[in-house]
């Protein structure tokens, strides 16, 4: 995987999902990255130029992102090691989980509201974003189903927002 391979233009889902299948099938580029740490995650920019954007996210049990959309990117998600829980919202019912395990691969748009979580301990996942991140949205869902969105920066360590108090 060479970064000057990559067309100079936004990416779509498919196409980022292919960035980070290939970075999979190349640990030298991303392995000597990985730590993991249960107080908050380990996350390193691998690349970042004005089109893409690439992370290396490093998770245990205890790590977990809080709800959040990704603005106007979107993204593609690849899990190198381990399993990430992958949670989406779902109004009037329980929320919809799945289980990514090592080898598999997910993609969305920037409509796309989720929260990850590790399922496993020394899980690793490898994230692409185009346009690049710059700004995302944090979700607070209080008890009684209240959703509010705050805009917070990329370089902000995505966790669960504290409960909002009703008013």
């Not at 301990?121 to 944090?138: C, E, F, K, M, T």
Request: glycine share 6%.
């Amino acid at each position: 995987m060479t970064w000057d391979t990559l067309p100079a233009r936004a990416l779509d889902k498919r196409e980022l999902r292919d960035v980070v299948a290939r970075l999979a099938e190349a640990p030298e580029v991303w392995r000597p990255h990985v730590a993991f740490s249960d107080e908050q995650r380990h996350y390193v920019s691998l690349y970042r130029d004005e089109y893409v954007d690439v992370w290396l996210l490093c998770w245990t049990r205890r790590n977990d992102t809080g709800w959040h959309d990704h603005d106007i990117s979107s993204g593609a998600v690849q899990v190198v090691q381990g399993a990430l829980a992958e949670h989406n919202p779902r109004i009037g019912g329980d929320h919809l989980v799945r289980i990514v395990r090592d080898g598999l691969s997910f993609c969305f748009g920037p409509e796309h509201i989720h929260r990850l979580t590790g399922a496993t301990n020394d899980a690793v996942s490898i994230h692409a974003y185009s346009p690049p991140l710059w700004r995302l949205g944090q979700y607070d869902i209080s008890g009684d189903g209240l959703m509010r969105r705050m805009s917070v920066s990329y370089a902000d360590e995505l966790r669960p927002v504290t409960p909002s108090t009703a008013a």
